[in-house]
Structures are given as C-alpha cells and as structure tokens.
C-alpha cells in the first residue's frame, strides 16, 4: 500500500482530519505544516522520514523495521 493511502487509513482508525494532523505535528515539531503542504506531500509522495515518524507520534503508531532475512 502506497504511505499516502496508508495515512489515510491511519486518520481514519484515529478519526482524524488532515488538518487536525497538520496541527498537531505543528505543535510537536514547533515548524509549520499546513494541511495543503501536507497533503501536497503525501499526493506526490515526497515525505521525509522524520514527517513519518512525527505523523506516527501523533497518531500513536509505532513504525517498525523487521529484519526479512531471518
């Protein structure tokens, strides 16, 4: 599944907008994310990292790495 789709269906389980999230990666950041940013991002799928990490914080998911060569 494509990280656009992915978040949305994050939202979705958290009941959350875009622009909530925006705001409140604002917040935790201190930099500012508009939600048109934001969604420009995930549109063309250029989100760096740490947005991903900050969007999991918010979102109180864990992001994971699993070793598949065990």
């Given at each position: 599944m494509?990280?656009?789709k992915?978040?949305?269906y994050l939202?979705?389980?958290r009941n959350m907008t875009l622009t909530k999230l925006a705001e409140e990666?604002?917040?935790l950041s201190g930099k500012k994310i508009s939600?048109?940013?934001l969604s420009q991002k995930l549109g063309t799928g250029n989100l760096r990292?740490?947005?991903l990490q900050l969007i999991c914080k918010v979102l109180n998911f864990k992001l994971?790495?699993?070793d598949l060569k065990k």
């Open positions: 494509e990280c656009r992915t978040i949305k939202l979705l389980q990666m604002t917040k939600q048109s940013l990292f740490y947005e994971t790495f699993e």
